[in-house]
């Protein structure tokens, strides 16, 4: 599956915004769809999952200021995020877990997200 992310941007401490994953096909056939990020240095970390049965789940550093979401109609999955902290700083990633025989994974190309202070 093809993912393209967008929505990322600059933005000031304590602002929001929100990404998109939009997907090449229907959603709600791939098994998990991720949202990582990854900053200079660091590396690649889970933000939050959903699963095609809608159970969501979140990293305890963004619990409570992002929420994972998506509209099938639309194919794309959401990441809203507010109350940001100059720590969320990173490029986003978007990526879609299919199970066959094995996890295949399809990764996004990224989306940068900076938070001034």
């Known amino acids: 599956v093809q993912l393209v992310e967008s929505g990322g941007g600059l933005v000031q401490a304590g602002g929001s915004l929100r990404l998109s994953c939009a997907a090449s096909?229907?959603?709600?056939?791939?098994?998990?769809m991720e949202w990582y990020r990854q900053a200079p240095g660091q590396q690649r970390e889970l933000v939050a999952r959903?699963?095609?049965?809608?159970?969501?789940d979140y990293a305890d550093s963004v619990r409570g200021r992002f929420t994972i979401s998506r509209d099938g109609a639309k194919n794309t999955v959401y990441l809203q995020m507010s109350s940001l902290k100059p720590e969320d700083t990173a490029v986003y990633y978007c990526?879609?877990?299919?199970?066959?025989?094995?996890?295949?994974?399809?990764w996004g190309q990224g989306t940068q997200v900076t938070v001034s202070s």
């Open positions: 959903i699963t095609s049965l809608g159970s969501k």
């Open positions: 096909r229907n959603i709600f056939s791939i098994n998990v």
């Open positions: 990526n879609a877990r299919t199970w066959d025989d094995d996890w295949d994974d399809d």
